[in-house]
């Protein structure tokens, strides 16, 4: 909560530090824009924490099976936490301006990213005044959740509009664009493809060639009489066929 709301000396801090400082210097609005998404980001994650640890038990309400009830994680969720978690504590030192740890993420990334990765270059004095200004913006989202979270649930509606209920109508949007659409096609392909197109022809198939054997299985009567017949009228039809041809050479 602390490190991506942006408090030093968690590792949020320090990578928060670093993308407003680069904002600052190429793109003045940019900067702006940051800023404010500092204060936001600090709101909802504090408002995550109080909702999540101070706010009311309403597990206690539910009838819900006790599986459903609070519990710890396993331990194959509990321990990649739990390395996260210390990261998120002592990964900033990583690129402190001081040695023993100065520069050791520009050195390590430079092979990859080059002179995309270079730094504003500004006085210490600058940089401390853009930390400051950073963690006061942190802290006023952090007080906004709190006072909020103070007030009692439910959370005011004021300070979460439709549009911020509904996630920027991203789900929506989604749906629309791939998931209709997709349902759609896959009904087609199911319905009309798979059971008309595909099931046709493999049916059709399996229907003309029985259609065939039952035509043809008539002709097969058992009696001798008739197949010396089809014999004998097979023969005349080739003796006619070579008579033909003889007389037209």
Not at 19 to 39: D, M, Q, R, S
Not at 48 to 62: C, H, I, N, Q, V
Not at 141 to 163: C, D, H
Not at 182 to 199: C, M, P, S
């Amino acid at each position: 909560w602390l490190a991506i709301s942006g408090i030093p000396p968690f590792a949020g801090f320090w990578s928060k530090d670093e993308v407003l400082l680069a904002a600052f210097e190429y793109n003045k609005l940019l900067y702006g824009i940051a800023i404010g998404t500092v204060v936001l980001t600090a709101y909802y994650m504090s408002r995550l924490f109080f909702l999540a640890f101070y706010g009311k038990d309403r597990w206690k309400e539910s009838t819900a099976d006790k599986k459903s009830l609070p519990h710890e994680s396993p331990r194959v969720m509990l321990i990649p936490m739990g390395v996260l978690a210390g990261l998120s504590v002592v990964g900033g030192f990583l690129q402190v301006p001081f040695k023993p740890a100065q520069n050791v993420l520009d050195n390590f990334l430079h092979p990859v990213v080059g002179e995309l990765g270079r730094h504003p270059i500004v006085s210490s004095s600058t940089k401390i005044v853009f930390a400051l200004i950073g963690v006061l913006m942190a802290v006023i989202g952090i007080a906004i959740a709190g006072l909020v979270a103070k007030a009692g649930t439910p959370w005011p509606r004021a300070l979460e509009p439709k549009v911020l209920r509904r996630s920027w109508f991203i789900d929506t949007l989604y749906e629309w664009i791939f998931e209709k659409p997709g349902r759609l096609l896959a009904t087609f392909a199911a319905f009309f493809v798979d059971n008309k197109v595909i099931d046709g022809v493999v049916n059709g198939t399996a229907r003309a060639i029985g259609a065939t054997g039952s035509g043809l299985r008539r002709a097969q009567t058992g009696y001798v009489r008739n197949y010396a017949l089809m014999i004998a009228g097979g023969t005349a039809l080739i003796l006619c066929w070579a008579l033909i041809r003889s007389a037209g050479s």
